[in-house]
């Protein structure tokens, strides 16, 4: 469970309407582990500095056991149960299952001049962010038109460089947008960081010589708070901005949802 000092301006923004929803992308990988850990940690941050966070979790199927995003785009009606309010609280993050939800919108990414995600806004209008977290073949269709730069947290020796590579290319491939590239360090040594570095070092070499850009890199000890918050203001810059227009929900919306739909971390 998150213990989030989340104050009360940030709890009455999440009750409020906003006109813009900004989008943030985290690849997932193979490093499930130690990936998510530090997807909750951002989240964390990102919340304490009082901004309601609705995660997208494209790692995660929809069932009729745990409704998600797919059911939300086919408006299903919903069982009777508990009503759910996903406004961000002091104790829970928004998380839903969109493996199938993600997917299917990446699959209409090329039948419009507009980013699909900008369907999604009248859904999550209450929130500030939005974090999309699925892998690099899911995520490529879905940014394109959009300003997002993603967050690879790359995993460690040579096949973390690798895995890595790969999502780079296919976000380059659809978008030809960047990426940041972050290096997890669990004991912050001195071996520890430079190892991490000539990793990235190794990474962004073969960017640069077959995917034709530049790469950021970060590295981020994860037990300390202070980086980890400099990891998620990195990511709010790099937040694309959904304008489209509040029309109202669907008949099946999210209060409609039973209680089962968020998950807290």
Request: proline share 5%; charged share 10%.
């Amino acid at each position: 469970m998150l213990d989030l000092g989340f104050h009360q301006a940030a709890g009455l923004h999440s009750f409020t309407p906003q006109a813009e929803l900004r989008m943030l992308a985290v690849v997932s990988q193979g490093n499930a582990g130690s990936g998510l850990e530090t997807l909750w940690q951002i989240c964390a941050s990102l919340q304490r500095l009082g901004y309601p966070v609705v995660v997208l979790d494209g790692t995660a199927q929809e069932t009729d056991n745990s409704p998600g995003l797919l059911h939300l785009l086919q408006h299903a009606s919903w069982n009777d149960g508990a009503q759910l309010n996903l406004g961000a609280t002091a104790s829970s993050l928004a998380v839903i299952p969109a493996a199938k939800g993600l997917q299917h919108l990446s699959r209409k990414a090329g039948d419009t001049t507009r980013s699909p995600m900008e369907n999604l806004l009248p859904y999550f209008r209450t929130y500030g962010l939005m974090v999309i977290h699925a892998p690099a073949s899911t995520l490529g269709p879905l940014l394109t038109h959009t300003a997002t730069v993603p967050l690879v947290v790359m995993g460690g020796g040579s096949a973390g460089v690798m895995t890595s590579y790969k999502s780079l290319k296919q976000i380059a491939l659809h978008t030809g947008l960047p990426c940041m590239v972050a290096a997890l360090l669990h004991s912050n040594t001195a071996s520890e960081r430079h190892k991490a570095q000539s990793q990235l070092m190794a990474l962004q070499a073969c960017a640069e010589r077959h995917l034709g850009g530049p790469v950021r890199t970060t590295t981020i000890a994860t037990q300390n708070p202070q980086e980890l918050q400099r990891l998620a203001l990195q990511l709010l810059e790099n937040a694309g901005t959904m304008n489209g227009s509040l029309s109202a929900l669907p008949s099946s919306t999210l209060a409609d949802m039973p209680a089962h739909f968020v998950r807290s971390h």
